[in-house]
């Protein structure tokens, strides 16, 4: 099985510089989480944005949709933020042979 990940930012990939919440979306982790995870499935990371999930917008997940629905993949984990999750699941309702978390 070959899963795509893609990283849109959001807590998993926040950057903490102090004890009150100062942040910055850096890097994803996903490729170190897979590789100590030492994962037996053939993957690869894609990272299309690098935003707090409130920060993002509809052209955000318009780009998000039309990446996946134009990928040659079938199976995605989408990394994100809480905030805003429910409005991106929604954007990519209805993608024809894929599946998405």
Do not use: C, W
């Amino acid at each position: 099985m070959f899963i795509r990940f893609i990283t849109t930012g959001g807590t998993i990939d926040k950057i903490y510089f102090d004890d009150l919440s100062q942040f910055e979306v850096g890097d994803s982790q996903i490729k170190h989480i897979l590789t100590e995870g030492l994962v037996q499935f053939d993957y690869d990371v894609v990272s299309l944005f690098q935003k707090d999930s409130l920060d993002m917008t509809d052209e955000d997940r318009q780009v998000l949709r039309d990446f996946i629905a134009n990928d040659e993949g079938r199976h995605y984990v989408v990394t994100h933020g809480t905030d805003t999750m429910p409005q991106t699941a929604e954007a990519l309702l209805g993608l024809a042979a894929k599946t998405i978390v």
